[in-house]
């Protein structure tokens, strides 16, 4: 069973960057899709972006396209978000979630309910 850790977070200025990581322990993340999600006091946890087991398909939600990057390094365990240009709207607490297999069709890793792992989340505050 693999478990991931989020890092990355913390207070940045609007126009500002982060980059979130999410590393793997307990197994090889090759075998696993991987998204980012995000969870905004009040609100439901939300799609952000994902990334198919080789990293040669990516998906965004349309609020952080062109501002967001998804990426994984297999040989390191860990996969990544390049946030730019952020936003007071990115505020939110940040998952990492694996899906079993490989799946590349879009509404396959757009949903929350079909991921099997989270990690603890990571806190993204922008100031505006």
């Known amino acids: 069973q693999v478990q991931v850790v989020e890092s990355g977070g913390g207070l940045v200025q609007a126009g500002g960057s982060l980059r979130l990581s999410c590393a793997a322990s307990?197994?090889?993340?090759?075998?696993?899709?991987m998204g980012w999600f995000r969870q905004a006091p009040g609100k439901e946890r939300e799609f952000v972006a994902a990334?198919?087991?080789?990293?040669?398909?990516?998906y965004y939600a349309d609020s952080v396209k062109g501002r967001f990057t998804i990426s994984r390094d297999n040989a390191k365990n860990t996969v990544y978000l390049q946030m730019n240009s952020l936003k007071a709207e990115d505020t939110a607490l940040y998952y990492c979630g694996a899906r079993i297999g490989n799946y590349y069709r879009e509404s396959d890793l757009r949903t929350k309910e079909e991921y099997d792992y989270w990690g603890q989340g990571t806190q993204v505050t922008v100031s505006a």
């Open positions: 307990g197994g090889t993340l090759r075998s696993y899709s």
């Open positions: 990334v198919s087991w080789r990293g040669s398909i990516t």
